[in-house]
């Protein structure tokens, strides 16, 4: 008789905060972990201290914004014969300041690098993966107008047309303009928003499969990020992610969650 399978996860931005406790916690649920980092010491002293805790975690270097680092990682994975059950796109970046740099650099960390990340391990995810954008509250598109919104939450709403809708975000913020065209001063807030908007479409080209795509905001966790005054533990806010990842087959798809309970967009 087979053994059965050992479910297999892939943590972005692993090795301290949400990213370290979401590993910990599906580790504990018998799932084989890879935790990334684009520090390669950091990521291996974080897996090393798993695995004298008895959990099979592995560390991989990965920067999100670095061109080439999602290909290595899928093909990392290739040559281990690994399939994903379960993907957190958790790696993301806050910078302080607001201008056309930190929009960039926010961008491409928060959004561009999931999008990147997913896409390089979609040809490796098992027919009933789980897929986590680990977003946030502020990414709600409450901070934005009316017909951004609307824009947003069309329907149809294809890649091309998000990413072009963060293009203009950008432009408009070059051009000292963006809260004339309906767009928050937080770079942070629209990497967010992206995600969301990506969940959506990644969802809906994924509706003939079994695979579950879905948002989750942690909440305000005590993490660097977060800081000491955020009202929620570690353990709290990777408990939401590590629910995303583990969904039953009835479980949800293509919502935006806290705690396990759907919030609005």
Not at 48 to 55: I, Q, S, T
Request: proline share 4%; hydrophobic share 45%.
């Amino acid at each position: 008789m087979t053994a059965p399978r050992t479910p297999f996860a892939v943590v972005t931005g692993g090795n301290r905060g949400l990213g370290l406790e979401t590993s910990r916690q599906l580790a504990a649920r018998g799932y084989r972990v890879l935790l990334t980092s684009r520090d390669a010491e950091a990521g291996e002293e974080a897996a090393a201290a798993l695995r004298a805790d008895g959990l099979d975690v592995h560390a991989h270097v990965l920067d999100v914004t670095r061109a080439g680092d999602a290909a290595a990682l899928a093909a990392h994975l290739r040559n281990q014969d690994w399939r994903v059950d379960a993907l957190v796109n958790n790696a993301g970046a806050s910078f302080p300041g607001f201008d056309a740099e930190v929009v960039r650099k926010t961008l491409a960390a928060n959004y561009h690098g999931a999008v990147d990340v997913t896409d390089a391990l979609l040809p490796l995810l098992t027919g009933d993966a789980r897929v986590v954008m680990v977003s946030s509250g502020m990414g709600e598109l409450s901070s934005l107008s009316r017909p951004l919104q609307e824009e947003l939450l069309a329907a149809g709403l294809t890649r091309t047309e998000l990413d072009a809708l963060v293009a203009r975000f950008a432009a408009a913020v070059i051009a000292g303009k963006h809260v004339e065209h309906g767009w928050p001063s937080s770079a942070y807030r629209v990497s967010k928003v992206a995600l969301n908007a990506f969940t959506r479409i990644l969802d809906r080209e994924l509706a003939g499969t079994h695979i579950h795509v879905n948002a989750v905001c942690p909440g305000w966790v005590r993490t660097d990020m977060g800081g000491p005054s955020a009202t929620r533990s570690v353990s709290e806010g990777a408990a939401g992610i590590v629910w995303a990842a583990t969904l039953p087959a009835s479980g949800p798809r293509g919502g935006f969650f806290r705690d396990g309970h759907l919030i609005d967009w």
